[in-house]
């Protein structure tokens, strides 16, 4: 994906100041002495830069600063120019637009500007010129020795990462021919590498010989060395320090000899811009051979192309269908089901869908506008002609139109979702009044008072609540506040954080006023209970009315027996119970008569469970 000039500009200043970081730690790290001298010489560079990028500006593609003569490859070494004080500097010079005199009057005529420049800084400055159309035919003639130089040159100046572009690829390069001479062909540089232009990334492209491979498939060789070659990348981009993305291609030399009889177009640009940083007579030939004309495709690549286009656009035409058909209907069906779950509706159908948010939110809540209907009418109808076969092609114009309906559409159904929350988050209060209510009823049941009135229920809580039973008298605040709540929000003045303060009191109301019930009753049980024990078995008997629940093993307490208590305490009509009948009779349970345990009671234990019984206190 391409970047944005934003981005662009973020990664390049991120490279900046990556590289002005590792320069001052490997500035930090020499001896003081040498680390005045590399400064000194740093401010020539720098002025002798500036002076001529005012004199040429845009031609100017890169400055480096050379190792001694005597470091430099042998074929590229001047034994005359070995002067151990002299500063080599080589500027590239950008000449592709250069009509107005010859390409070597070019060179000498910069060179000779130059070298006035760097004689007013430094006697020592050397400054040589190379125009990128040298270097061109010095790569086209096989003469890679300049690269060589470039690549052990110090960028002082490098706009469009040409020389480091060099330099990653010649150090990849030497490692590749290292392990796969036998194998490489041609290592070309593609891209804007060498049309002076800015670039995102390093393209290098490399074509493996497969013509004598029998000991596996040609596919696999390739996969072999790409994985190998590719990791190679990565180490020489580790090792140069350029942070440039480095994308090596591999072909096999069958599958390329195929590309450029069928007319490949990526095949053909790669020939005719592409430039060999090493060849074994392979790429050169075919690109001198493209040049004059005598690669041409053949019948049946022309054919291929021109149904290549028909498909290609019949294609398209699905595509725009497809985005009508099923994007377009489906991004706006499945946020309108959600609205309408959300308002808690169970999953409707895509044909209850419309019936529905028309019926609920345009006439019934009166939330939405009718409008909006009828756009969610307009793309289901598209989508169900185009599914039907009624419709089999759209246009861009009418996709267009469709696209800013179901925008549109889209950002209402967000705030629609918003209305719904804030309706179900206020009417929530009622269920919260409620509530409360309820189960403050069903607190004054259990003290014996029923059929309560809603205007005696604050002072019958206030009395027989929170005088007799302790609660504390928080919760009475809380139950008014609750009902306060309940008119503000039937008056339409509650706030939604009011609301959620409200709704949040009165769930803690609910929750203490059953945890006291539910104590109260356990209390009351208590005392309505008679433990046994026979041998090494517990068991109960509890007594909450006329009538006895008896679980033999308090261990299974699904295996209960109930029996009616005569007169004379006895247990008679015993059968099996259901713990069901048992929370019955508990429910109903509000103040346990005082009861008394008969001699009857025991016998008619000892003969359900046994003569060796006890009673445990």
Same mark, same amino acid.
């Given at each position: 994906?391409?970047?944005?000039?934003?981005?662009?500009?973020?990664?390049?200043?991120?490279?900046?100041?990556?590289?002005?970081?590792?320069?001052?730690?490997?500035?930090?790290?020499?001896?003081?002495?040498?680390?005045?001298?590399?400064?000194?010489?740093?401010?020539?560079?720098?002025?002798?830069?500036?002076?001529?990028?005012?004199?040429?500006?845009?031609?100017?593609?890169?400055?480096?600063?050379?190792?001694?003569?005597?470091?430099?490859?042998?074929?590229?070494?001047?034994?005359?120019?070995?002067?151990?004080?002299?500063?080599?500097?080589?500027?590239?010079?950008?000449?592709?637009?250069?009509?107005?005199?010859?390409?070597?009057?070019?060179?000498?005529?910069?060179?000779?500007?130059?070298?006035?420049?760097?004689?007013?800084?430094?006697?020592?400055?050397?400054?040589?010129?190379?125009?990128?159309?040298?270097?061109?035919?010095?790569?086209?003639?096989?003469?890679?020795?300049?690269?060589?130089?470039?690549?052990?040159?110090?960028?002082?100046?490098?706009?469009?990462?040409?020389?480091?572009?060099?330099?990653?690829?010649?150090?990849?390069?030497?490692?590749?021919?290292?392990?796969?001479?036998?194998?490489?062909?041609?290592?070309?540089?593609?891209?804007?590498?060498?049309?002076?232009?800015?670039?995102?990334?390093?393209?290098?492209?490399?074509?493996?010989?497969?013509?004598?491979?029998?000991?596996?498939?040609?596919?696999?060789?390739?996969?072999?060395?790409?994985?190998?070659?590719?990791?190679?990348?990565?180490?020489?981009?580790?090792?140069?320090?350029?942070?440039?993305?480095?994308?090596?291609?591999?072909?096999?030399?069958?599958?390329?000899?195929?590309?450029?009889?069928?007319?490949?177009?990526?095949?053909?640009?790669?020939?005719?811009?592409?430039?060999?940083?090493?060849?074994?007579?392979?790429?050169?030939?075919?690109?001198?051979?493209?040049?004059?004309?005598?690669?041409?495709?053949?019948?049946?690549?022309?054919?291929?192309?021109?149904?290549?286009?028909?498909?290609?656009?019949?294609?398209?035409?699905?595509?725009?269908?497809?985005?009508?058909?099923?994007?377009?209907?489906?991004?706006?069906?499945?946020?309108?089901?959600?609205?309408?779950?959300?308002?808690?509706?169970?999953?409707?159908?895509?044909?209850?869908?419309?019936?529905?948010?028309?019926?609920?939110?345009?006439?019934?809540?009166?939330?939405?506008?009718?409008?909006?209907?009828?756009?969610?009418?307009?793309?289901?109808?598209?989508?169900?002609?185009?599914?039907?076969?009624?419709?089999?092609?759209?246009?861009?114009?009418?996709?267009?139109?469709?696209?800013?309906?179901?925008?549109?559409?889209?950002?209402?159904?967000?705030?629609?979702?918003?209305?719904?929350?804030?309706?179900?988050?206020?009417?929530?209060?009622?269920?919260?009044?409620?509530?409360?209510?309820?189960?403050?009823?069903?607190?004054?049941?259990?003290?014996?008072?029923?059929?309560?009135?809603?205007?005696?229920?604050?002072?019958?809580?206030?009395?027989?609540? +929170?005088? =007799?039973?302790?609660? /504390?008298?928080?919760?009475?605040?809380?139950? @008014? %506040?609750? !009902? #306060?709540?309940? $008119?503000?929000?039937?008056?339409?003045?509650?706030?939604?954080?009011?609301?959620?303060?409200?709704?949040?009191?009165?769930?803690?109301?609910?929750?203490?006023?059953?945890?006291?019930?539910?104590?109260?009753?356990?209390?009351?049980?208590?005392?309505?209970?008679?433990?046994?024990?026979?041998?090494?078995? +517990?068991? =109960?008997?509890?007594? /909450?009315?006329?009538?006895?629940?008896?679980? @033999? %093993?308090? !261990? #299974?307490?699904? $295996?209960?027996?109930?029996?009616?208590?005569?007169?004379?305490?006895?247990?008679?009509?015993?059968?099996?119970?259901?713990?069901?009948?048992?929370?019955?009779?508990?429910?109903?349970?509000?103040?346990?008569?005082?009861?008394?345990?008969?001699?009857?009671?025991?016998?008619?234990?000892?003969?359900?469970?046994?003569?060796?019984?006890?009673?445990?206190?």
């Amino acid at each position: 994906m391409a970047k944005t000039p934003k981005q662009e500009k973020k990664q390049a200043n991120t490279e900046q100041k990556a590289a002005k970081e590792q320069e001052q730690a490997l500035l930090a790290s020499l001896p003081p002495e040498m680390q005045e001298k590399m400064k000194a010489l740093k401010d020539k560079m720098d002025l002798f830069t500036k002076k001529i990028l005012e004199k040429f500006d845009k031609y100017i593609t890169g400055v480096a600063l050379l190792p001694p003569e005597k470091m430099l490859p042998a074929e590229v070494r001047d034994e005359k120019k070995d002067d151990p004080n002299k500063i080599n500097v080589l500027v590239l010079v950008d000449d592709s637009d250069s009509k107005k005199m010859p390409k070597q009057e070019l060179a000498n005529k910069l060179n000779q500007i130059t070298n006035t420049i760097a004689k007013e800084i430094d006697e020592n400055i050397s400054p040589e010129i190379l125009l990128a159309s040298e270097l061109k035919e010095s790569c086209f003639d096989a003469k890679y020795e300049v690269l060589k130089m470039i690549a052990m040159a110090a960028p002082v100046y490098d706009p469009t990462d040409m020389i480091a572009a060099i330099k990653i690829s010649e150090v990849h390069k030497s490692m590749v021919l290292k392990k796969f001479e036998k194998y490489i062909v041609s290592y070309v540089a593609a891209g804007s590498l060498f049309r002076g232009e800015k670039s995102n990334d390093i393209d290098i492209y490399i074509v493996i010989d497969d013509t004598d491979v029998k000991k596996m498939p040609r596919a696999e060789l390739k996969d072999k060395l790409r994985a190998i070659i590719v990791g190679m990348g990565f180490d020489a981009a580790r090792i140069t320090g350029v942070r440039k993305q480095f994308h090596v291609q591999t072909y096999i030399l069958t599958d390329f000899w195929d590309s450029v009889k069928d007319a490949n177009p990526v095949i053909y640009t790669f020939l005719r811009d592409g430039v060999p940083l090493y060849d074994r007579g392979v790429f050169m030939p075919w690109k001198l051979l493209l040049q004059m004309g005598r690669i041409r495709p053949s019948p049946e690549a022309i054919d291929m192309s021109m149904d290549i286009g028909e498909k290609l656009v019949q294609r398209a035409k699905h595509k725009l269908l497809s985005i009508l058909g099923e994007d377009l209907y489906y991004s706006i069906l499945n946020p309108t089901q959600a609205a309408l779950m959300l308002y808690g509706l169970p999953p409707p159908t895509p044909k209850e869908t419309i019936q529905l948010l028309d019926d609920i939110f345009v006439k019934k809540e009166k939330m939405l506008e009718k409008k909006y209907i009828d756009i969610l009418e307009k793309i289901r109808t598209a989508y169900k002609n185009i599914e039907h076969g009624k419709v089999t092609s759209v246009t861009g114009k009418e996709i267009d139109d469709l696209l800013n309906d179901a925008e549109d559409y889209l950002k209402r159904i967000k705030k629609l979702f918003k209305q719904i929350e804030e309706k179900a988050e206020k009417e929530g209060i009622l269920d919260v009044y409620d509530s409360c209510i309820a189960v403050t009823r069903d607190l004054l049941a259990e003290k014996g008072v029923k059929a309560v009135e809603d205007k005696d229920i604050y002072s019958l809580f206030k009395s027989k609540l +929170v005088a =007799e039973d302790k609660v /504390p008298e928080k919760f009475l605040r809380v139950l @008014k %506040d609750v !009902e #306060k709540a309940k $008119d503000d929000f039937l008056a339409g003045k509650i706030s939604r954080q009011e609301a959620q303060k409200v709704k949040k009191d009165g769930r803690l109301f609910i929750k203490t006023m059953v945890e006291h019930m539910q104590r109260k009753k356990s209390i009351e049980i208590e005392r309505v209970k008679i433990r046994f024990k026979y041998g090494d078995i +517990v068991g =109960e008997m509890i007594i /909450p009315d006329d009538k006895a629940f008896i679980i @033999k %093993d308090s !261990e #299974k307490r699904d $295996d209960m027996l109930i029996a009616d208590v005569n007169k004379d305490g006895g247990l008679e009509n015993i059968k099996p119970a259901a713990p069901e009948e048992l929370e019955k009779h508990i429910s109903k349970l509000v103040s346990p008569k005082r009861m008394f345990i008969r001699e009857r009671l025991f016998e008619d234990l000892r003969t359900l469970v046994g003569k060796d019984i006890e009673i445990m206190l």
